[in-house]
């Protein structure tokens, strides 16, 4: 059974910096592509980042310069260190494992005041 437990979320100021984690368990964690969305009310869900088993990213453009994904094997954890917050960027987070079936954590809340 597929498992992604996400954290980190929190309130921050616009400006400041956190830094999400998602845990994986049930996958074959080194070659699978993982990847952060984002789901901000009334809006449609939004791919932020995904990385790939051989460490390729890619970013929306809304977040380039700003946010940096990164994987750790060992720990079978994907990051997403996200700087230059801004109070746009505020949404629930999710964590996504692909593959045969799509996985999804269950979300983080992030929230950036002005």
């Known amino acids: 059974q597929v498992q992604l437990v996400e954290s980190g979320g929190g309130l921050v100021q616009a400006g400041g910096s956190l830094r999400l984690s998602c845990a994986a368990s049930g996958i074959i964690f080194s070659s699978a592509t993982m990847g952060w969305y984002r789901q901000a009310p009334g809006k449609e869900r939004e791919l932020v980042a995904f990385i790939t088993g051989a460490s390729n990213t890619n970013y929306a453009d809304s977040v380039k310069g700003r946010f940096t994904i990164s994987r750790d094997n060992a720990k079978r954890t994907v990051y997403l260190q996200m700087n230059s917050l801004k109070p746009e960027d505020t949404a629930v987070y999710y964590c996504?494992?692909?593959?045969?079936?799509?996985?999804w954590g269950q979300g983080t809340q992030v929230t950036v005041s002005s």
């Open positions: 996504k494992a692909w593959g045969p079936m799509d996985n």
